[in-house]
């Protein structure tokens, strides 16, 4: 029995030993593996096969490692003395992304916009004193910013870039545990402005509204960012720059209204970039030679619609067709009253809309060519004008060209329509001519000098019924459109009766004025034959 | 008995005349006005006696004129648009009235220049020399402030940049300034003192400039482009030269009917006009001050506004003091090159910065 006890005790005792040793060399094990000291990375056990970096969100390896920036390892150093291409380090290396980050948690797609953590400044911005001194790019971001309007509101790097601002050890500054997050991803650099940008609160001292995140959640651009993680997507910074962020009304900012067409063709003129969404890329270069283009970029008339008046900025979406009229009609609101009128407007989806005669990108000065074209017909199908599918939608590819755009495009020739259409066409004919007689009057008196206030006056009630008619076209409606002719008409009357009394007037006054001077010059030679008369009989005196 | 005789035997006109002059002896004053002799080879050209006509001819249109004109900046743009538009022959009025005073700023320089290039300002005549440029600075003053009375945009914002260069005077530019403006602004104070200026204070000023101008020159004749002239008077002389009436008088008055004519086509073929009515807000494209004083205006771009307001005052000082400056006894150009050089130099830059002001 003792000899059991004696050998259980053993038995027990050596076990306990083995459990003790095991339980070191697990705890040592462990230890090593977090000092990361002893055991080297084993390449064939990480997930995806490479070495995670330490920090987050690096991927330009020798950035840092090149010259020790930010104490980093010196590469290529001994061990890695034929590595010096940034390929070939990631070849074994993978750069720490956002999804493995634990700053980027809640910047992730889909996740509501926070700011960034960082301690509160004390009234420093440490990274900005030692970017100044550091030269060159790192310098001029440093510049950039002072002179932006985040710089001017005391909106400071720590703000975006996170980090602590307070201290002037930059190792302390820019660590993790310090909330630094370094350049911060395309993918979540919006939600990094909404951070502040949709504060309510932040936001009201500076005026600014709070919604642009949210529209810019539904936009084509925010879209594809968050549902496909399409980086190549316009973000914030790509329209309203990073360090150098301009107020809309400075006329230096890219978002100025002068300044909108060339920054949105700065994405959208790409083939290259635009190839794989299908999207044409002339719209630019088209846009520069219509009306609106001219107006904004040549005259420089911010009242001119840019892309973002039709496209949305935030919110950037292509209008559809149905949209188009409430596009054009933010501006255009009396045409687009007009248009409600017209039968056009009720036909629906499949009815003309503004784009069917005025185009797009490329709206053209209207004139009297947009009624007919004066030649023969051809014969129409419905397939002439409308889709050959379900949607039976206008055919977009038959109004391309301005001269296409006409009513009879689409209207047969001798229809009651077309009679209707010629008979607008020839009332508004009619008082433009008038007009433009009375006009030519009017002109003619004043340049010769006779005052034509009053004949000026009614002119202009004449030239408000010609635009008034002109617009009434969109009521497709001609005793609409007659109604402002007859005015046109009556008006242009009263100012030519006017005009051709002054030039009649004028023909008197310079009757009248040969009669005098003749006479006046009759009196000059008969005084000067007296006065030689005179002057002779002096000089025979003396 | 006599005197019935003398009333039986004369026309009625002569005896009205023979009555007058039994009473007021208007036949020695009007002997001793007009029967005087000047030297034959005087050479004016009628200029004086033309700034003459065209003042009388503004006396007659501006008071015909006033009839009608309001000094309000509420109603005077309407009561000229009236004149203008309405009024019988008010186009024909008020275009004379506004050539006439063109002309006449032209004519008041031309015989200033004559007088100089013929040295008739030497002594004995620098007083006369001297009420002249006076009569050139009212007759500008006429100009300036007549200009602002359509109160059109034309007038206000000429009458703006022409009253600012007043502001640039140094030492009490900046009261010389308010004074002229009636405020800050050019506003319904600045016209009423405007029209004030130009009906009542610059007239009666004109008025009594012109009566010493031609008395001066009754005393003293008219200049000798071809001699040095005597500090004494010579007195009337018959003999040595020819009658002022008829002979001289009568070219003055073909002279002027040349003037009339020439108003009476000018104010036909181009009358003057009336743009907006002035608005204080809306700053024309383009302002410039009235032709005669652009040469002022186109140099005080160039130079420092000081500078640019002392150089034309010392020249205006220059010109008063000119007899006394320039004390060479020659008359004949040839024989005092300096002066007539430095004449025409002055003539050219002038001439020069207007054109130049013009075109700008």
Redesign the interface.
Known sequence: MRTNKIDARIVFGIISVLIVLLSLVMITSAQSSASGEATPAPKATATAGKIKHGTIGFSNCLKCHLDGFREAPIMPGDDHATYNDNDVCLDCHEPNTPEDGTVWKNLLPGSTPVPIQHPASNGLNTCYDCHLELGDQLTDIAQMWIESVHGKAGIGCADCHGGDPNTDEMKLAMQTESGYIGVPPRLVTPQICGGCHSDVERMRSYKLPTDQYAKYTQSVHGKKLRQNNDTRVAICTDCHGSHNVKKGSDSTAPIYPVNVPELCAGCHADTTLMESYGIPTNQYEVYKSSVHGKLLLEEQDVRAPTCASCHGSHDAKPPTSDEVVNVCGKCHTATEDLYGQSLHSRIGDNAPKCWTCHGTHDVFKTGEEMFMNHKPQEDKACTSCHLDNKSFRMDKARFAQKEDRRCDTCHHEGSRIMRQVTGIYVALNDANTVYEETESAIKKASAL???V??AEIKLREARTSLISARAAVHTTKLPVVTKFTDEVETSAEVAKTIADGKLQENFF??F??II??VI??V??IT??Y??RK??RE?EKE? | MEYQQNLDTTSRGQRLINWIDERYRMRELMGAMLHVYIPKESKTYYLGGITLLLFLVQVVTGSLLALYYRGTPDEAYDSV?FI??TVQFG??IRSIHAWGANLMVIFCIIHLLRVFFQAAYKAPRELTWGVGVALLLVTMGFGFTGYLLPWDQRAYWATTVGSEMAGAVPIGGEFLLRFLRGGETIAAATLSRFYGIHTLILPMTIAALIGIHLLLIHQQGLANPRQPAKTAPEGNLP?KG??FF??YV??E??SW??I??LL??LA???????EAKANPLETPPHVKPEWYFLSLYQILKFVPRVMGVLLPMVAILMLFLLPFIDRNPEVLPRKRPAMVTLGIMALIVIIAFTVWGKIS
Do not use: C, E, H, Q
């Open positions: 000098g006779m005052i206030t009053d006054r310079r009248s004025m005098a001077v006046i010059i009196i000059i005084l000067s007296l006065k005179i002057d002096l003396s | 648009m203008t538009s186009w024909l003999k020819k009658p008829p002979n009568l070219g008055v073909v009917y040349m009339i004519g009476i086509i036909s073929l181009f009358p003057v006009g009336l």
